[in-house]
């Protein structure tokens, strides 16, 4: 059967136009972009605000918090770092990042799972008393206190629907704790049901965008409070602090650069750090690695220095991560990857000299997630390495090809003959954009070792010498190099931050805000840093476009 | 898991609240113990399992270790059919169908065309063709069918989904679908998806809410904290009407389905709490559940990590199925929907078979039937306790399993893989199996037959009938004769 893999490699524009929205008719003449009862503002006074003028405005709908960005809010809201949500609440699928909008229709194990976490929350609140007082915030001088009742909820509710109640609202939530207050003559259990409302409330488990029309049908300019929110989430992984609410209530969030002002501090604080990293692991697929406890930490933690060392201490050129002339280990992950030992088991800095070894690509983060069959996949490796660096689109397999079995067995033992013959037929326009790729690091095995033979068989010496669109290399720190002279990876970035900001990949409404990023990311010279205030510093970021039917 | 008894309460206490099933007691039953005095039958309970997997291993011409030599009663187990001989011989009261076959190439009903994980899975589960091979249902499941027909008046009318398997396991890509083995009318002509429960300590928790403990003071906090619940869910319902006119249109069909989930639960909980009363009881909560295991990144052969790719299923396998025991036995839910494992699934064979590769690679990488038979044993091991307990359950004149139909699909057969044309192939729905248990009806227990090429829609069909539901699944009409004689 004759087969034909055609060698197209799509690029970043075939990314754009691939999001469509889920379905649903445009248009809502009742959305008049306030919360009912609450002030209304977000950057207008009076009349119809104007849409961008350089447009880019993306469509986004609401979204629902993913377990991770559940189980930092609880924390925050609450001062419960239990992390309840990752024991009950599904996994969320990673597409490679868990918040994506398509992923997170609602269903029967959502709902039953959200309203037990709200009751068992609650629960361990209500019995551990120095925390409940610290969240109730005032002390009740009767069962029926309707004052300190009224007090806690207001504030804590701004808090949890990240906006403040109106009158009516808060209101309805007190007559409901105060009934239970009375019932059970216990003021904290009217506290309880108040709280079992909020995290169930839809405004807290989906971070709703309502805003205020434009000049441009479909366009909303959203409130200060729905940017307060969209910038926490997307720099802290979390809900808005007191602080920023504070803010976002004074007017300090109404212009692109207020945003871009409080993000600049915003990306100071550690939390900031956590979400970079967990970006990161997302997007490298690193985030869940299949070794021991102790492996993984410290896998983690290298990746994770180097991050931050890069983006936050260097403040440099973030293509940098890729060719690293050493890396942080401990003892153990030294001895691990037959480097220099620096003596301790904390972390430090040790050159990689000329082992070969150059930035993430040899961290064994990134080298544990591309295997198949029981070893290392060149194939695999070339097409994480196409899809997440370089975000080309590779073309499926033809229908006929069973992509799910290994190799064919040929005569010889090593893995370089037996791909060579699974690249003789139709299938080598397909496998000559990976499998060269992922050979230029096959003398790293699937923990990130070093090694010179395939399977410890002393006929099958690994070259380790790769080849991507014609050009050879040698190893990760070759390939960092072609990294950089290629010059995908910093477009690739660009869109892939801006897929984890805004849960969904780049479409055509967000071409503009997209190609503004890429030439500012150029510009300044690659500072991860400023690719993030870049985004949220944008126009676009304040506003959103209603989806299409 | 432990069983906490329950004292026996009055029926028809709690006045008020909606109609919801009540356990059977024998004062109920005519004077046979085979129907409820005053003619009405006896509610029939109906399953349906899923296991992710294969008969053979690619390459080898054994077909499977399942099907057994001798046709009829008494057949003789094999390799993979083997946990069918324990639970005192549960053989007797589980039939296997073999011969089955899903058409592809597009031809014919219920028809997929080459790519068979996303493909072939849809017109086994749901009876309608799948010519672009997408891996979503375009009909619903025979669960949902048998929910809609003989659900209503249970706690859970709409039927319970389980996953033992919580988790893809891979890196860099996502089930997309292979999860979802439960589709469900969205209310407007269309067909959602309805995934299953993941966790078994929430479906504890779901399942035996409102079941009122035998002390007062415990009582009388559970029917406290009941209150709550219900105030609770009244005022989100009421944010959640004030928030809907305020979202843009596509937001709306979003936020419908949720609040479309919470009337359901607000109907389960107005339900009148299920009463402890002959077998009913309520099970000791069984605690954390298992964790998640890491990634096991396609992982196999030399340095194979034992702990990732797992998240023990085995244990969660068992909570299910005490949970699905008690939810027949109390009349909570008539249809039950369980996955055992994925389609393609990635779970880590090793903690169960030794074998050092994940599931799909047991089937391509090792490629053996002997292999794949361990995997097949491991399952169907969790199969037959579930059929022994509610056969050792008693119900009227019977058991609970003499008015119950369960069926086990399996996601493929062996032999010709349609995209290779190569012959021997897991990818393949030639030469399937699917074995079921449960004499609802009358329909055959402990015999082996042969489906004669028959669609695995055709057996679901049957037992469909055998609980009363006369309808068949998706474009796949009729049954298999002889298992409903």
Redesign the interface.
């Known amino acids: 059967m004759s087969r034909t893999c055609l060698a197209f490699t799509s690029l970043l524009v075939t990314l754009a136009g691939c999001y469509k929205g889920p379905p649903g008719a445009s248009g809502d003449a009742s959305a008049d972009g306030t919360a009912d009862g609450t002030a209304s503002e977000g950057g207008s006074s009076g009349g119809t605000p104007e849409a961008p003028e350089l447009g880019g405005v993306g469509q986004v709908g609401m979204r629902r918090l993913s377990v991770d960005e559940y189980d930092r809010t609880i924390a925050d809201l609450l001062g419960d770092d239990t992390r309840p949500g990752a024991t009950l609440l599904a996994e969320d699928v990673a597409d490679p990042y868990d918040n994506q909008i398509s992923n997170q229709q609602a269903n029967r194990p959502l709902i039953e799972a959200l309203e037990q976490l709200a009751g068992e929350i609650t629960g361990r609140l209500l019995e551990d008393t120095a925390r409940r007082d610290q969240v109730v915030g005032c002390q009740p001088a009767a069962t029926g206190d309707e004052a300190c009742m009224s007090e806690f909820t207001a504030r804590f509710g701004r808090r949890a629907l990240r906006r403040p109640l109106s009158d009516e609202e808060v209101a309805r939530y007190v007559d409901l704790g105060l009934q239970f207050a009375a019932d059970e003559d216990d003021f904290y259990a009217g506290v309880g049901v108040i709280l079992r409302v909020f995290l169930q409330d839809p405004e807290f488990v989906y971070r709703v965008e309502v805003g205020t029309e434009t000049d441009e049908p479909g366009v909303f300019r959203l409130s200060s409070f729905e940017v307060a929110t969209r910038l926490s989430y997307f720099l802290w992984g979390t809900t808005p602090s007191d602080e920023l609410l504070d803010r976002a209530e004074a007017g300090e969030l109404a212009t692109a650069e207020d945003v871009r002002a409080v993000a600049a501090e915003m990306i100071a604080d550690e939390r900031a750090m956590d979400r970079i990293d967990r970006f990161h692991s997302l997007w490298l697929g690193y985030y869940r690695l299949p070794h021991s406890a102790e492996l993984t930490t410290a896998m983690r933690t290298e990746t994770r220095m180097l991050l931050e060392k890069t983006i936050m201490q260097d403040q440099g050129d973030w293509r940098g991560m890729f060719s690293a002339t050493g890396t942080f280990v401990n003892d153990f992950l030294a001895q691990h990857y037959g480097l220099p030992a620096p003596g301790s088991d904390a972390f430090s800095w040790v050159e990689y000299g000329d082992s070969g070894r150059a930035g993430l690509l040899s961290h064994g983060s990134f080298l544990s997630v591309a295997g198949k069959y029981g070893d290392t996949s060149p194939t695999q490796r070339g097409k994480i390495i196409r899809k997440r660096l370089f975000c080309q689109v590779i073309p499926p397999p033809p229908p006929d090809v069973n992509i799910d079995e290994p190799p064919p067995e040929v005569d010889s033992p090593c893995k370089i003959d037996r791909y060579n013959m699974s690249r003789i037929d139709g299938c080598s326009a397909c496998h000559s954009l990976m499998d060269p790729v992922g050979f230029g690091l096959e003398n790293y095995d699937q923990q990130g070792r070093f090694r010179t033979t395939d399977n410890g068989l002393p006929e099958c010496v690994i070259e380790g010498s790769g080849e991507i669109d014609g050009q050879s290399f040698q190893g990760p720190a070759g390939l960092a190099t072609l990294l950089a002279e290629e010059g995908l990876l910093d477009t690739c970035i660009v869109y892939q931050s801006y897929q984890f900001a805004m849960g969904h990949p780049v479409a055509d409404d967000d071409q503009r805000y997209v190609d503004d990023l890429v030439t500012a990311f150029a510009d300044g010279g690659y500072r991860f840093d400023e690719l993030v205030l870049d985004l949220v510093g944008d126009e676009a970021f304040l506003y959103r476009r209603e989806e299409e039917g | 898991m432990a069983i906490k008894s329950l004292h026996r309460r009055t029926f028809l206490r709690g006045l008020g609240g909606i109609a919801v099933g009540l356990p059977v007691l024998e004062i109920m039953l005519d004077r046979h113990g085979r129907a409820l005095a005053g003619g009405g039958a006896m509610a029939k309970h109906f399953f349906v399992g899923f296991h992710g997997q294969a008969m053979g291993g ?1 390459g080898d011409p054994e077909q499977d270790r399942y099907r057994p030599d001798t046709l009829g009663p008494n057949y003789d187990l094999k390799q993979a059919t083997m946990p069918l001989g324990n639970y005192n011989d549960v053989r007797q009261q589980v039939s296997i169908i073999s011969n089955l076959r899903i058409p592809y190439n597009n031809s014919g009903p219920g028809s997929w ?3 068979f ?1 996303l493909g072939a899975m849809p017109p086994l589960l749901c009876g309608v063709s799948n010519p672009d091979d997408s891996s979503a249902c375009r009909g619903i499941t025979a669960d949902q069918v048998v929910a809609n027909a003989i659900g209503a008046g249970t706690k859970f009318a709409t039927g319970l ?1 389980y996953n033992v398997q ?3 396991y891979l ?2 890509s ?2 997309y679908g292979r999860d979802v083995i439960s589709y469900k009318s969205d209310g407007a002509g269309g067909v ?8 078994p ?3 504890f ?2 399942l035996f809410q409102g079941f009122v403990p035998p002390d007062p003071t415990d009582a009388l906090a559970a029917q ?2 009941l ?3 219900k ?3 009244d ?2 319902h ?3 009407d ?2 809907m ?11 419908q ?2 609040l479309d ?2 009337r ?2 607000e109907n389960r909980l107005a339900a009148i709490p299920p009463d402890a009363g002959g077998e009913c009881m309520m099970y000791a909560d069984p605690g ?2 298992p964790p ?1 295991g ?12 034992t ?3 797992y998240s023990d299923e085995d244990t969660r396998a068992r909570r299910f199925s005490d949970l699905v025991h008690m939810a027949f036995v109390c009349d909570l839910s008539r249809s039950v929907a369980m996955q055992y494992t994925m389609a ?1 699934s990635h779970m880590s064979a090793f903690p169960f078979t030794g074998i ?2 994940d599931q ?2 047991v089937g ?2 090792v490629g053996t039937t002997d292999a794949v038979s361990q995997i097949l044993a491991w399952q169907l091991d969790q199969f037959a306790y579930l059929v022994a307990k509610l056969r050792d359950t008693p119900e009227g004149a019977g058991s609970v399993l003499d008015n119950t139909a369960m069926v086990l699909l399996y996601e493929g057969g062996h032999g010709l ?1 349609p ?4 012959p021997n ?1 897991t ?1 393949s729905t030639e030469n399937m199996i699917v074995t079921v248990a449960g004499r609802a009806g009358g329909m055959l227990a402990g015999h082996h037959l042969d489906g004669g090429g028959l669609h695995p829609v055709n057996v679901l069909n049957t037992a469909m009938r055998a609980v009363g539901v006369d309808e068949d699944l998706g474009e796949v009409v009729g049954i298999v004769p002889e298992l409903l004689p």
Request: aromatic share 4%; charged share 25%; glycine share 10%.
């Open positions: 690619d065309n080459t790519e994980h989904q919580p988790s893809w890196t860099d996502a089930p959602v998806p309805n995934p299953g429960q993941t966790s300590q929430a479906a928790m779901a406290r904290e209150a709550r619940r105030s609770v869910l005022l989100v009421g944010d959640i004030r928030l006119p305020r979202l843009s249109a596509a937001d709306k069909i979003r936020m389905r949720h989930e919470i359901d639960l954390a559940d998640i890491g990634n096991n990144a396609g992982t196999g052969g030399d340095g194979f990590d702990n990732a790719g393609q050092p590769y799909h690679e391509h990488s893989d995209a290779t044309g190569d192939r990818h």
